[in-house]
């Protein structure tokens, strides 16, 4: 008896499967700030996902401004999702940038990621706190809350940002009053809060700068406005965190929970009352230690070229591939059909060589068998010989 066919599921039914119980004491919460909270993005890039119609509640398609309830089933592109109604711990990253990375997840060159050597978490993502362009280094933050992140970016709060630079040359008094009080620039006026000399050597000169903004390439652009080109930037401080000196170029750092609850303190942010999250073994050892990532191996290296791929594989024609087979159900064919395609004078040359590696054999003194070596057939008991 054939086995009937398995009921496929369809992926598109986004009904619940079992009902569940609902709470009439639940508060309703917003839905753009649980997506916010769980790690997906900020609450504006959330309200542009559920703007997109790929969000849906209880089997509709969820509009902006919707709130929900623990006991709705919030789907993603039919994927359900579990949003943090009691908040959690937010985990926080401090990372030593080197230049010649980018801070950006797609880039069509393909070029060296900061975002390559993340440690991967469940149920959330990294979002970069602020970006730092390829030819700077320094403080970068990483966090998996978006409440924190905006917190940090957003220009109303006006977060302070402190830079080490590295100028060709030397500003006098009155132009380092000149970019206190601020110039124009192609995208409005801009200023530093504050600039201080830390000397240097030859035509080089560092200063320490503070702003309160993140525009784009803003420093390097008020010091080419008096035509100081930079040739070193550093973040060392933002905000409230500071670049720990222990941490070298290119190493990570997880913040502890003392360190987490204090920035979120600080960031006017309710502190989730329930117990922190079980940490892995794994993550208990990186926990306020200093570490170096790993970077995602990738099946192609730009820079090494072919070479990384490996040995490259020869593909075989259809014929070959046939021709493999018969030589394999009939071992002797391919030394005959070898032999057939050389000219006779590559063959004989072969054999002449072979008969003279092999010492000739000396014939053997055989004697040949005659007739009278033949014994007689044997005759059975009690019948006489018949006579011819």
């Known amino acids: 008896m054939a086995r009937p066919f398995k009921q496929q599921r369809n992926p598109r039914n986004t009904s619940p499967a079992k009902p569940v119980a609902v709470d009439p004491d639940a508060v309703p919460q917003r839905l753009h700030k649980l997506l916010a909270l769980a790690g997906f993005g900020s609450r504006r890039e959330m309200e542009n996902l ?84 390829m030819n700077t280094s320094g403080l970068l933050i990483f966090t998996t809350s978006g409440e924190l992140a905006n917190r940090f970016m957003h220009p109303r709060y006006e977060v302070e940002r402190e830079y080490a630079v590295r100028i060709f040359g030397e500003l006098t008094d009155g132009e380092m009053a000149q970019l206190t009080y601020g110039i124009e620039l192609d995208d409005g006026p801009a200023n530093f809060d504050s600039i201080r000399a830390q000397g ?55 913040l502890g929970v003392k360190e987490v609850t204090g920035l979120m303190e600080w960031a006017e942010l309710a502190v989730p009352k329930g117990p922190p999250r079980q940490l892995s073994a794994r993550e208990k050892d990186k926990l306020g230690s ?69 010492p000739a054999r000396k014939p053997a003194n055989r004697r040949i068998r005659q007739q009278a070596d033949i014994a007689p057939a044997k005759q059975p008991a009690g019948k006489p010989r018949a006579k011819r």
């Open 200 to 254: 240097g050597e030859g035509a080089n000169h560092w200063y320490e700068v503070i702003l309160r903004e993140g525009r784009n390439r803003e420093v390097r652009r008020l010091f080419e406005a008096f035509q100081k080109p930079v040739s070193r930037l550093i973040r060392v401080r933002f905000g409230p965190v500071n670049l720990p000196p222990r941490l070298k170029r290119g190493q990570m750092l997880h």
């Open 50 to 133: 559920v703007a997109s119609g790929r969000i849906t509640i209880n089997g509709k398609t969820a509009e902006v401004g919707a709130s929900v309830v623990p006991s709705d089933v919030v789907r993603l592109d039919s994927r359900p999702l579990h949003l943090p109604f009691e908040p959690e711990l937010p985990q926080v990253l401090l990372y030593h940038k080197p230049e010649g990375e980018i801070v950006s997840q797609d880039d069509p060159e393909k070029r060296a990621s900061v975002f390559d050597k993340l440690p991967r978490i469940r149920n959330g993502k990294w979002i970069a706190i602020g970006r730092l362009d």
């Open 290 to 358: 200093v570490f170096t990532p790993k970077a995602k191996k990738s099946r192609f290296d730009a820079e090494a070229g072919l070479e990384s791929r490996g040995p490259r594989r020869v593909t075989k024609t259809r014929e070959e591939g046939m021709r493999q087979d018969i030589e394999k159900q009939q071992p002797g064919r391919r030394a005959r059909s070898s032999q057939a395609a050389e000219p006779a004078e590559m063959q004989r040359p072969a054999r002449q060589s072979k008969q003279a590696t092999k």
